[in-house]
């Protein structure tokens, strides 16, 4: 009698499990059962070239999957509505977009692999992109060019700023003065330095795509109302603020500021808080700026509520007006207490002070910084010290050369020859 031999699939259909999915009931019976055991204990690479049969697998268990319905054309209606249902309950999600665009170089590849089966438009549905973004990232990841500073086309993307512009930036940011301020302030130095020309929005851009991440923000309460002023010298703000150097030693920071410029117009640093820092304050500044009348607002703290400050704000030849936050008015004393945090989180935290000398040089360059050097974006791109001094308004004469930057960007740009785009 002559030995049957077997095909070498049918030993693969049975070590790999599926042969019931591929056979007959009356075929399987027809293999000695023995023969079945040994194939199923089989070693996977028993056979040369046995990876083929991955392959093989692979495509039977497509076709499993398609003859489970006979309405495929059906399914991926149904597959894409659940797609839209998905994307209108994730579209809520802050941030969602965002973590699209992060993994644009993933989308475009998937999408590019399966664009002779699923359509383009049909797959944008499923990251509910549309045709123009999707053509904008196949533009960042596939046709790079060496002459942008992130590698996109410069023919496509014509307004992107120059690397010299993104390396200014980047200069800025890393800046050992400039480091720890925010980023409006940053902005606003290098364009008074004449350095940039951009608007703040683009600015924010390329601090996200340089890694440099924004501080999270609080929104205020709906009920918040602040003190509103209109020129310098109308209230002045006191407050203290607690400051710990390497030594252990707490230090109690008096500030003296103008509500209006946020100017600081005087300063101390003591053990303790101190009425008679408080009032000497006041007093050097009314002797400085002789204000016709001011409003003095402070907490209600014993270092501002006393006899020696009282005494002194009642002194009828004084046009001072003593209020206090949330007693005497409704608003609190946020100005003064948005400059503490200013100055102990972006000039005395990121440094390492020793002790109160330490401290008093420190706060000195500080002050002198802030007030002198840091512009910022609530004072219309002026320091404290032009907007207390009544200086007008600068930032308006730099934003008029962005236009003519726009120009020098696209001219930059189309000269460009690197062809991979034509």
Same mark, same amino acid.
């Given at each position: 009698?002559q ?23 009356e ?5 000695? $059962? ?19 049969n991955?392959?093989?697998h ?12 006979s ?15 998905f994307?209108q ?10 973590i699209?665009?992060?993994?644009k170089?993933t ?29 904008n ?13 992130? $590698?996109?086309?410069t ?8 690397p010299?512009?993104?390396n200014?930036?980047?200069?800025y ?20 330095d004449?350095?940039l ?9 390329y601090c ?20 509103i ?20 030693? $707490? ?5 003296l ?23 000497n304050l ?5 002797n400085?700026h ?5 409003e ?8 501002n ?9 009642n ?38 002070i020793k ?7 420190l ?16 004072l ?11 200086t ?19 001219k930059?740009?189309?000269k ?7």
């Amino acid at each position: 009698m002559q030995r049957k031999s077997w095909d070498t699939a049918i030993k693969h259909l049975t070590r790999t499990r599926i042969i019931h999915d591929i056979l007959s009931p009356e075929q399987i019976k027809s293999i000695p $059962k023995s023969n079945l055991t040994r194939w199923k204990n089989e070693s996977e690479n028993k056979y040369q070239f046995c990876d083929i049969n991955q392959i093989i697998h692979q495509e039977i268990e497509l076709i499993k999957k398609i003859n489970q319905s006979s309405k495929i054309k059906n399914l991926n209606k149904a597959y894409f509505s659940l797609a839209d249902t998905f994307h209108q309950v994730i579209g809520s999600i802050k941030g969602i977009k965002t973590i699209i665009n992060q993994h644009k170089q993933t989308i475009v590849d998937t999408i590019e692999k399966v664009k002779d089966t699923v359509s383009i438009n049909d797959a944008l549905q499923i990251f509910n992109l549309s045709r123009g973004s999707y053509e904008n990232y196949k533009s960042i990841v596939i046709h790079k060019c060496d002459q942008s500073y992130f $590698k996109w086309c410069t023919k496509r993307f014509v307004n992107q700023l120059l690397p010299s512009e993104v390396n200014t930036i980047k200069k800025y940011l890393n800046h050992q003065e400039y480091k720890h301020w925010s980023k409006a302030s940053i902005y606003l130095k290098a364009v008074r330095d004449q350095n940039l020309s951009c608007g703040l929005s683009t600015f924010y851009k390329y601090c996200r795509l340089l890694g440099y991440k924004n501080r999270p923000r609080y929104k205020k309460s709906d009920h918040y109302r602040p003190l509103i002023t209109t020129k310098p010298n109308q209230t002045w703000c006191a407050d203290v603020t607690i400051f710990k150097t390497e030594d252990h030693q $707490k230090h109690y920071i008096h500030f003296l500021i103008d509500h209006f410029s946020k100017y600081i117009i005087g300063y101390n640093i003591a053990y303790k808080p101190s009425p008679t820092i408080i009032k000497n304050l006041l007093k050097k500044a009314y002797n400085n700026h002789k204000p016709e009348h001011i409003e003095f607002v402070t907490d209600g703290g014993t270092e501002n509520v006393n006899h020696m400050v009282s005494s002194f704000i009642n002194d009828n030849e004084i046009p001072i007006q003593h209020l206090i936050a949330q007693k005497d008015v409704i608003y609190s004393n946020s100005m003064i207490e948005s400059v503490n945090k200013v100055i102990k989180y972006q000039f005395l935290f990121p440094k390492t002070i020793k002790n109160k000398n330490n401290l008093e040089q420190l706060l000195t360059e500080s002050v002198s910084t802030y007030n002198t050097i840091r512009p910022q974006f609530s004072l219309g791109g002026n320091t404290p010290e032009e907007t207390f001094n009544g200086t007008v308004i600068l930032f308006p004469k730099y934003s008029q050369k962005f236009k003519e930057q726009i120009k020098i960007r696209r001219k930059h740009h189309q000269k460009n020859q690197c062809g991979r785009c034509e």
